[in-house]
T-cell receptor, first 116, second 112 residues
C-alpha cells in the first residue's frame, strides 16, 4: 500500500517554543491531507483538513493560529505547533488520501510531542 | 458521517479466527464501511473496506449484512501481531473532504 511518512517521530521541547512536524506522501500525490491528534488511551481526533494550495479547514475547537498548517505541494504538508504548552503534548498523526485508489486513506507513523 | 458501535474489547487465542462486530444501524446508501487498526504507538493501518458485497484481501475479510446495518471483520488466523485497536468507520461516498472520523474502536487482545 501507499506510504506516508512523518518527521520527526518524537520531539521534546520547552514550553513557549514552536515545533514543526512534516508529513509526506512518498509514492503518490495527495491533494488532501489530514491532521489528527491522539491523547493517551483515547481515539484519534481530527484537527484539520489540508488542501494543496489553499487554506486548511479546521475542526471546531481547534485554534488555527496555534496549529499552523501548510500544504505547499502535493506530497508535503506541515503542522506547526506555535508557542507550545504542556497541554499540547500528544501524539500527532497525519493522513493522506490517494486519489488513484478509491476511497482509501493512508496514515503516517505519528509524531510524539512532549512539551516540558 | 453515520455512527458505529463496537465492543470495547475482545480476546482471542493465537491461530484462531476472530470476528469483530460493528453495528451501523443508521448507515445511508452511499456510506462505505471502512476498517482500520492501530498498533500501540503507531498510526492507523488500513485493513479493508466495502459497500455492499463481502470483501476479501490478504489481511482480512469483511462480511456485510444484507441490510447493511452491521458488518463483521474476520481475521482468519489471529497472530500476536494482530493485537491492536480496530476501528469501524463509515464514510459517505460523496464526501468531498475524505476525512475519517474515529470512534473508540475495539481493543483486540491475542493470547498465545
Amino acid at each position: 500500500g501507499a506510504v506516508v511518512s512523518q518527521h520527526p517521530s518524537r520531539v521534546i521541547c520547552k514550553s513557549g517554543t514552536s515545533v514543526k512536524i512534516e508529513c509526506r506522501s512518498l509514492d503518490f500525490q495527495a491533494t488532501t491531507m489530514f491532521w489528527y491528534r491522539q491523547f493517551p488511551k483515547q481515539s484519534l481526533m481530527l484537527m484539520a483538513t489540508s488542501n494543496e494550495g489553499s487554506k486548511a479547514t479546521y475542526e471546531q475547537g481547534v485554534e488555527k493560529d496555534k496549529f499552523l498548517i501548510n500544504h505547499a505541494s502535493l506530497t508535503l504538508s506541515t503542522l506547526t505547533v506555535t508557542s507550545a504548552h504542556p497541554e499540547d503534548s500528544s501524539f500527532y498523526i497525519c493522513s493522506a488520501r490517494d486519489p488513484s485508489v478509491t476511497d482509501t486513506q493512508y496514515f503516517g507513523p505519528g509524531t510524539r510531542l512532549t512539551v516540558l | 458521517d453515520a455512527k458505529t458501535t463496537q465492543p470495547n474489547s475482545m480476546e482471542s487465542n493465537e491461530e484462531e479466527p476472530v470476528h469483530l462486530p460493528c453495528n451501523h444501524s443508521t448507515i445511508s446508501g452511499t456510506d462505505y464501511i471502512h476498517w482500520y487498526r492501530q498498533l500501540p504507538s503507531q498510526g492507523p493501518e488500513y485493513v479493508i473496506h466495502g459497500l455492499t458485497s463481502n470483501v476479501n484481501n490478504r489481511m482480512a475479510s469483511l462480511a456485510i449484512a444484507e441490510d447493511r446495518k452491521s458488518s463483521t471483520l474476520i481475521l482468519h488466523r489471529a497472530t500476536l501481531r494482530d493485537a491492536a485497536v480496530y476501528y469501524c468507520i463509515l464514510r459517505d461516498l460523496g464526501g468531498s473532504q475524505g476525512n475519517l472520523i474515529f470512534g473508540k474502536g475495539t481493543k483486540l487482545s491475542v493470547k498465545p
